[in-house]
């Protein structure tokens, strides 16, 4: 016998009908070229995997504690990846974590991180998008194993506060 939607899946219903309102308002917005002040139903952006483009990654985040990744893509509806209470990851040891990749490196930076960078084997240096406590990065880790890459984070001071490798190994 079916019951009633939970609690938790109602959210979820409720988010995803939220959150294609405000993917919605967002490219109305971006193609106009103001996104600054875009929100709808207390969701508001974060940072942005190739601003302007048909495809691409935008971080949200709502009021509530809920945090979404939004995949564009060309021609078809945006997909959402919703984490209800947030992706409740640590980022006060390293000042940042991974909510995803591929493509590009993308998830929250601790509060006074204002700036990520990470540096490839061949020493190019690809800088982080920062915006509120979202960061994106327009890297190719490749069709197979991710390339090591090295993650330096920054205070508030612009000094080093975390240097390391970015994916975990095993």
Not at 2 to 23: D, H, I, K, M, T
């Amino acid at each position: 016998m079916f019951g009633l939607p939970s609690n938790s899946q109602r959210r979820l219903e409720r988010y995803s009908r939220e959150l294609q309102v405000f993917a919605d308002l967002y490219r109305k917005a971006e193609s106009s070229g103001s996104v600054a002040e875009v929100t709808h139903a207390g969701w508001r952006a974060g940072a942005r995997l190739w601003p302007r483009s048909p495809a691409g990654r935008l971080l949200a985040y709502n009021d509530e504690g809920a945090e979404a990744v939004c995949r564009f893509r060309p021609g078809d509806r945006t997909l959402f990846g919703i984490q209800t209470r947030g992706h409740q990851m640590d980022t006060v040891e390293r000042g940042f974590a991974i909510w995803g990749y591929r493509p590009g490196v993308f998830g929250a930076v601790d509060a006074g991180v204002p700036r990520l960078e990470i540096t490839d084997v061949n020493g190019v240096v690809y800088p982080a998008d920062i915006v509120a406590h979202t960061f994106v990065i327009d890297v190719d880790l490749g069709p197979w194993e991710p390339p090591e890459l090295t993650v330096r984070v920054y205070d508030k001071d612009c000094m080093p506060r975390y240097e390391g490798p970015l994916l975990a190994v095993g």
